[in-house]
């Protein structure tokens, strides 16, 4: 129902662009490129650098959705991956407005804002009410392990929930942290839990699978509900 409600309004929008003259001209492009050059850079919401257990730089960070300045941002910072957790309605409507060169190619407003500075661009859409499956979960943080991708950007909306358990997976399953030591550090980041429960589920289904095939006490652990949660 979600699609159909956003197939009713691009559809009429793009016959507004075919009205006013078709898809951009190269000119149209390069106009684009150069504003986009142009914008201020600004850092975005919830933005942190995901450092290793010892304090360490590995080219990891994490935040909020890029607006055009956060791409700004990136750039600047020499991100090489935007990696996003967001779905294809949050990112078409995320920044208030339809551009119509991204329409034309398919692609989101931020896909575009990325990739025309030079930074590539990866989605995989998670509906925060979802439970993900273990593919998708062992899908997500093998990117997050690929070095060849860094210095790489992580975020969904706010960079809370959904990010803050991709996090805590990638710390689990790429870098040998415990169940707790994870949640700890989500916790402490988003000042919450119990909240929206599909990511915690994601996160304790994942850390049951890892238990039972290892029984490694590291994996023994899983997030409670609220306000349980608030005391592990």
């Keep these: ?97 339809v551009d119509f060169g991204a329409f034309w190619r398919f692609e989101s407003p931020e896909h575009k804002h990325v990739s025309d500075r030079g930074i590539g661009y990866i989605r995989k859409s998670w509906l925060a009410s979802q439970v993900k499956d273990m593919g998708y979960v062992d899908d997500v943080v093998g990117i997050m392990a690929d070095k060849s991708k860094r210095p790489l950007y992580l975020h969904c909306e706010y960079g809370a929930d959904r990010t803050g358990a991709i996090i805590a997976l990638h710390r689990v399953v790429n870098e040998g942290w415990d169940g707790a030591t994870a949640f700890h550090e989500w916790r402490a980041n988003t000042g919450r839990c119990g909240k929206y429960r599909a990511p915690e589920e994601t996160f304790n289904h994942k850390l049951a699978e890892l238990y039972a095939k290892t029984k490694n006490s590291r994996y023994d652990f899983s997030i409670k509900t609220a306000p349980d949660c608030n005391a592990q």
């Excluded at 003259?21 to 149209?28: N, Q």
């Design 1 to 97: 129902m979600r699609h159909l409600q956003l197939a009713f309004v691009l559809l009429p929008l793009s016959a507004l662009s075919l009205h006013c003259g078709g898809a951009p001209s190269t000119d149209d492009q390069a106009q684009a490129s150069s504003e986009e050059a142009a914008v201020k850079a600004e850092r975005p919401n919830n933005f942190r650098e995901l450092k290793t257990s010892s304090g360490q730089s590995q080219g990891l960070y994490a935040g909020g959705h890029p607006s055009k300045a956060g791409a700004a941002y990136l750039a600047d910072l020499g991100v090489h991956t935007d990696l996003s957790l967001q779905t294809a309605e949050e990112l078409v409507f995320w920044d208030h407005e």
